[in-house]
């Protein structure tokens, strides 16, 4: 994916008659004078960019030393490269990125927003962090998918510049403030995930969770004025609640105050009554479970009969979630004509109306999992414990075949990110039999293997181990 520099602003038609369009809206004079239809214009942004990762690979895999071999545990003919590359790297970087990345602009927020992120790199050159953030990101994922250190060196210098540029913007408050400089903030961290080999990118990526939260702090309630800020503080809040999960750690006090002044402004009930939101707040409900698994991972906080109660009471509010979720929300499962695909699983996939939407349901299926397991896991002796369990265990299994259903609804697209840590969990529960967690562990393998991410590598070979 390349940038293919400056493009026809004329309507569709102007351009085939290959005739100068006067760009009037809604629709142009041509049109109007020749009473045809007038078709619109098309988005200069987001065609910039246009996808070559196929052709970049061609191009750079040759089969004269020094030569590597990219496997995968998933499967799969091999590819083997050279790690030489003759593209300009700044716009190879960014195309990569913005073909197996840019979950920032997707089609929940399609009707309130174009796509700010690919716009802010093309066309504003003041926003250098979030430019170099981006680069990064790019450069990070094409070593790793084409096995080119040099892309590797080159990515973690471009890394460097970013922190660098970021520490200076934070120590301007106006600066700090804007919506720019906290999305450099969250690419950096996805930087961690990607190129990370050394399996500690925990670590460094929730320091970069920690400085977004400190980020939408300082932001304050004026960030909901506007739609972006409210994009913003739904990805910040994922990657801290992420964070919180791996770590078993509580929901810090700061993001629970910043959520209060989302769920209550103007931005958020907009949202529902546009149907952008559903009427109930998952969001909530997860804090209670976050803050269930950390009380947990105590030891010393509550019995095993208490927790058990708190865990009934979340997976209440789950399904109450589920059936007040709105006509708008819900999906179509199908049989697939041909069962050839290797992302189906048994034969099935999931219809949703955007990705945003699919999301939404893969986030309450790990929930729903993760209540279910900490109910089976303080099974003590009480009335009708094995039928709660029996049922609880049931759950377990039929949510995980909905996560490997859902899959294929993600295929080719940047938010095909969202699904490794939920292949993780499915790959690693014993209760899923042999054939399900190994089909989550060869998804993981491809995933990996596409985008370049490295934890869905490392997480495939970890389950493996226990298939």
């Known amino acids: 994916m390349v940038y293919y520099g400056a493009l026809s602003k004329g309507c569709e038609l102007c351009r085939r008659r290959k005739i100068k369009c006067d760009e009037r809206k809604p629709s142009c004079r041509k049109c109007e004078i020749s009473n045809r239809p007038c078709p619109g214009y098309r988005d200069l942004t987001a065609i910039s ?22 496997g995968g545990g998933g499967g799969g003919d091999s590819i083997i490269c050279t790690p030489s590359l003759s593209f300009p790297t700044a716009d190879l970087a960014a195309g990569f990125f913005f073909a197996k990345y840019n979950i920032y602009n997707g089609p929940y927020f399609s009707s309130i927003s174009h796509d700010w992120l690919r716009e802010v790199y093309v066309k504003d050159p003041t926003c250098h962090v979030l430019q170099t953030a981006i680069e990064a990101v790019g450069l990070a994922g094409l070593s790793n998918t084409l096995y080119a250190p040099h892309l590797a060196a080159l990515a973690q210098d471009r890394y460097g510049k970013a922190l660098a540029g970021l520490d200076g913007a934070l120590q301007d408050p106006c600066i700090a403030t804007r919506d ?16 990370s080999d050394a399996g500690d990118e925990s670590r460094f990526w929730i ?3 920690a400085g977004a939260m400190a980020l939408l702090q300082l932001r304050g309630p004026d960030q909901f004025a506007r739609p972006r800020g409210g994009q913003l503080y739904v990805f910040t809040r994922s990657q801290i609640l992420s964070a919180c999960m791996i770590r078993k750690l509580p ?17 958020r009930q907009l949202w529902k009554d546009s149907n952008l939101a559903t009427p ?3 969001s909530e409900i997860c804090f209670r479970l976050v803050n269930l698994r950390a009380v947990i991972a105590d030891k010393s906080s509550e019995d095993p009969a208490a927790i058990r109660e708190r865990a009934f009471s979340i997976d209440a509010d789950l399904e109450d979630w589920k059936v007040s979720a709105g006509i708008r929300w819900t999906y179509d499962e199908l049989c697939a004509a041909s069962s050839t695909n290797s992302t189906l699983f048994m034969g099935k996939y999931h219809r949703y109306a955007n990705l945003w939407i699919a999301r939404a349901w893969l986030n309450f299926r790990v929930m729903r999992i993760a209540v279910n397991q900490i109910i ?14 029996s049922r609880a265990r049931y759950l377990v299994r039929d949510l995980s075949s909905e996560i490997c259903i859902s899959i294929s609804s993600f295929d080719d697209s940047p938010h095909l990110l969202h699904v490794i840590q939920p292949l993780f969990l499915v790959a690693e529960e014993p209760l899923n039999p042999a054939s399900m967690r190994s ?16 934890r869905a590598g490392r997480l495939a070979e970890i389950a493996a181990r226990s298939l």
């Open 180 to 195: 720019t400089t906290l999305m450099a903030v969250i690419l950096l961290g996805l930087f961690e995930v990607v190129a």
């Open 376 to 389: 089976i896991e303080n099974a003590v002796k009480f009335e009708f414990a094995d039928e709660i369990v």
């Open 207 to 209: 320091a970069h969770a």
């Open 439 to 454: 089909f989550a562990v060869e998804q993981l393998y491809r995933i990996h293997k596409s985008t370049g991410v490295r």
């Open 251 to 267: 929901v810090p006090p700061a993001l629970v105050n910043v959520t209060y002044e989302f769920e209550t402004s103007t931005l």
């Open 49 to 70: 960019f246009r996808d070559e990762s196929s052709r970049v690979i061609r191009k750079s895999c040759r089969q004269s030393a020094p030569r590597s071999t990219i």
């Open 280 to 282: 109930g707040s998952i």
